[in-house]
């Protein structure tokens, strides 16, 4: 991460870096340094675009801000091609732990997909084992530096594929060995949950809990899925549930009148991952942080939570999309406060350390 975070601050000039932050919505084959994805692709005799890191990232962001998912995941290919073998995953785990902790993240669940990154030899638990051993060598990094960070993982199935039971499986292999949850990604639109619902019946039935990528890329109908067939506790991005939300302006009042699926999200507390400078780049939602209807989450009851996505696609940190947040709808400390804590509160840890998550967070931003 090259980014200086020194440079964000609130509107009243509070500092972003150091406060404590949760992140739950963060793909590990989205966070490779630029000058790891040179040097890991030289060494396996990738076609690089790019052989200077700062080149490269500039081509990373280039490609991701096309306004569509299919060109955003398009660069995926360049980063899962250098994650095949134990070294490099480890290496990748790492040196994600570390950055995370330079943004001052003190919990993160991370996902990725094992399915891809076996060309090399690796099996499923192979893969899993290594990115443990390199998320383990981070925490002891940031230790060294006088940084606590714990990190949990998420075993991504993809939508467009038909081996999300395997997923499954390998998720709840490893559920006391790191794994805290499931996810699945992919293209949301022609791919419904519901090709999935075996994998989603088995998670069920062992209580793992999972999140589904929904209102994304596509609407309302892939949340209702997300929630019905794939029993969602969370939302990845979910920023479609406004178009189950009808705003009217009579005067100086302003309504909202929520449909049923907005309700049953707000109502029931699902968490929204929400990522805001992803979304504009794959066209989400809106051309500006302005038009982004977060806000109007937030001011509406959601329990909103500010992530990444990808910290090399977007060229970003949690410390990054706060201040883009806080300058725009002009938020303090205060509201700050309230992401962190509605983080916390949705993550996939036990009730007793999300407690201490919440009591660390509230301590922090007092």
């Not at 995926?76 to 290496?91: K, N, P, S, V, W």
């Not at 007793?352 to 007092?366: N, V």
């Amino acid at each position: 991460m090259t980014d200086d975070l020194s440079q964000y601050a609130l509107p009243g000039g509070e500092p972003i870096q150091p406060l404590p932050k949760i992140g739950l919505h963060e793909h590990l084959d989205g966070g490779v340094r630029p000058a790891t994805v040179i040097e890991l692709g030289e060494r396996l005799g990738l076609a690089l675009p790019a052989t200077e890191p700062d080149a490269l990232a500039d081509w990373f962001h280039q490609q991701c801000t096309g306004g569509d998912l299919v060109s955003y995941l398009k660069t995926f290919d360049l980063t899962i091609a250098c994650m095949q073998t134990a070294e490099g995953l480890e290496r990748v785990a790492m040196e994600y732990v570390e950055d995370l902790a330079a943004d001052g993240v003190v919990y993160a669940e991370v996902r990725w997909a094992p399915e891809q990154h076996l060309t090399q030899g690796l099996t499923p638990d192979e893969a899993v084992e290594a990115v443990q051993r390199g998320i383990d060598a981070g925490i002891e990094s940031a230790a060294s530096r006088g940084h606590d960070i714990r990190i949990g993982q998420l075993i991504d199935a993809l939508r467009q594929f038909d081996n999300s039971r395997q997923a499954a499986e390998i998720a709840l292999r490893f559920r006391d060995r790191g794994v805290v949850g499931f996810d699945i990604a992919g293209p949301e639109a022609g791919y419904p949950v519901s090709r999935h619902r075996e994998a989603f019946d088995l998670l069920a039935a062992s209580f793992l809990p999972a999140t589904v990528h929904a209102g994304e890329a596509d609407g309302i109908e892939s949340i209702r899925g997300a929630i019905l067939e794939g029993r969602a506790l969370r939302l990845g991005h979910g920023v479609r549930i406004v178009e189950d939300i009808v705003v009217e302006q009579d005067g100086g009042m302003v309504t909202a009148t929520l449909g049923e699926v907005a309700q049953w999200v707000r109502d029931r507390e699902i968490a929204l991952e929400v990522a805001p400078s992803s979304n504009l780049q794959t066209g989400a939602w809106g051309r500006s942080i302005e038009e982004h209807p977060f806000d109007l989450l937030y001011q509406l009851g959601f329990r909103v939570t500010v992530n990444p996505d990808n910290r090399l696609m977007s060229r970003t940190s949690i410390t990054r999309e706060l201040a883009i947040l806080a300058e725009a709808f002009d938020y303090d400390l205060d509201d700050l406060a309230v992401f962190q804590l509605n983080a916390a509160a949705a993550s996939f840890l036990p009730l007793e350390d999300r407690d201490a998550l919440a009591e660390l967070i509230a301590e922090a931003y007092a």
